[in-house]
């Protein structure tokens, strides 16, 4: 079975312009969350989504947004953006039942 | 409160040895608590968890020790291989958010061969 697949893996942007990372669940997976890990640092919770809701937010700017989708993949949209947004952007899914994340192996982003 | 502290920083041990990595928590809502393992390049992929109705756990050469009183919680590996060097963090979740977890900074293990 294919893990939690996420693009793209790596991508280089401008300071101010938006980017868009996807992610796709593990089949069966319902919930999605995602997390931002600076180098160095343990991952921050952003989001997570179940069943197309969000459930719970982490400590950042409305310039992070996202969605879910009916086949239960995900978006994370991040707009105008600045130096410091530059991090490994790590998707998870687990099964309703709250128990095991399963991780990505993550979209590397670089801001310039 | 919403933080998790981990030390060491980073850690070497010899090939055979123990690796004992420690984290502590203030928030009391936190009833679970798991241990990730991250090679480079690659995500997070859970180890061991614990809840808080028990002390100890142990999953092969990983075992979970819990004090719930003191708020810590460690991760010892026995019988250390150089295969078990990366980057080990513990976490911590609120109730039934146990996707919604806080990390620790994280510890860098060096086995040595």
């Known amino acids: 079975d294919a893990g939690v697949t996420q693009s793209p893996t790596h991508l280089i942007k401008t300071r101010g312009q938006h980017v868009t990372l996807r992610c796709s669940p593990i089949s069966g997976h319902k919930s999605v969350s995602w997390y931002q890990q600076v180098l160095g640092q343990g991952p921050q919770f952003i989001f997570q989504y179940y069943e197309k809701e969000e459930r719970g937010r982490g400590n950042f700017p409305d310039r992070f947004s996202a969605r879910q989708f009916p086949n239960y993949s995900s978006e994370l949209n991040v707009n105008a953006l600045l130096l410091g947004d530059s991090a490994l952007y790590l998707c998870a899914s687990s099964f309703p039942v709250p128990g095991e994340l399963f991780f990505g192996e993550g979209s590397r982003l670089t801001v310039l | 409160q919403q933080q998790v502290k981990q030390s060491p920083q980073s850690l070497i041990v010899q090939k055979g040895g123990i690796s004992i990595i420690n984290c502590a928590y203030e928030?009391?809502?936190?009833?679970?608590f798991p241990w990730y393992q991250q090679f480079p390049g690659k995500g997070p992929a859970l180890l061991i968890a614990i809840r808080p109705d028990v002390s100890e756990k142990k999953e092969g050469r990983f075992t979970i020790s819990f004090n719930k009183s003191a708020k810590q919680f460690s991760l010892h590996i026995m019988d250390s291989q150089p295969g078990d060097s990366a980057t080990y963090f513990c976490a911590a979740a609120p109730g039934q958010g146990a996707q919604k977890l806080v990390f620790g900074q994280g510890t860098r293990l060096t086995i040595n061969p």
């Open positions: 928030n009391t809502a936190f009833d679970y």
